[in-house]
T-cell receptor, first 115, second 110 residues
């Protein structure tokens, strides 16, 4: 089954404790992206990747890191989480980015609480 | 940065009534996408519009892309309880970055 998976689905952590949210897709998509969703603000893009070893900042990259060592995986790293990073996070993938955009497939989401 | 605004933020309708959400971008878009997110779920792609003035229909849903490619709308005819959810528009900027609208949350009262 074609899908985007994220782990963990729920996470409660404390300020400053490094964490990683994993994202994996099995559709051989080139484009992958991370979003955070907050009430009233919609989805805001954190980072995106056009292909392996190619990553770039989205609209709200502060406090986050990503890597794209393999085509299928795109982990989101919070080196020192803070309470303002409490949010619902979605990973998404698409066949490609650029001018010819395609639909994005979203993972189930990770609800993160930082206390 | 870029802005994509949607109105209204919330809409409550009686089942059978029509519903419309509007999406406005601060800059011209090469294309626009629409997504639906059910409560507790993840966004799911509905449609993509590319051409200026384009109109597409999916059963009771009608999507329009403005002539200037800066605005779009989604109209649902005769809403059903299965239409409940939040509807987002989204567009690419600088080719690679994606901006989502603020979303319209639709509640359908049976």
């Amino acid at each position: 089954e074609a899908q985007v998976t994220q782990n963990p689905r729920y996470l409660i952590t404390v300020t400053g404790k490094k964490l990683t949210v994993t994202c994996s897709q099995n559709m051989n998509h080139e484009y992958m992206s991370w979003y955070r969703q907050d009430p009233g603000l919609g989805l805001r893009q954190i980072y995106y990747s056009m292909n392996v070893e190619v990553t770039d900042k989205g609209d709200v990259p502060e406090g986050y890191k990503v890597s794209r060592k393999e085509k299928r995986n795109f982990p989101l790293i919070l080196e020192s989480p803070s309470p303002n990073q409490t949010s619902l996070y979605f990973c998404a993938s698409s066949p490609s980015g650029g001018i010819l955009t395609y639909e994005q497939y979203f993972g189930p989401g990770t609800r993160l609480t930082v206390t | 940065g870029q802005q994509v605004m949607q109105i209204p933020q919330y809409q409550h309708v009686q089942e059978g009534e029509d519903f419309t959400t509007y999406c406005n971008s601060s800059t011209t878009l090469s294309n626009i996408q629409w997504y639906k997110q059910r409560p507790g779920g993840h966004p799911v792609f509905l449609i993509q519009l590319v051409k200026s003035g384009e109109v597409k229909k999916q059963k009771r849903l009608t999507f329009q892309f403005g002539e200037a490619k800066k605005n779009s709308s989604l109209h649902i005819t005769a809403t059903q309880t299965t239409d409940v959810g939040t509807y987002f528009c989204a567009g690419p900027y600088a080719g690679n970055q994606f901006y989502f609208g603020t979303g319209t949350s639709l509640t359908v009262i049976p």
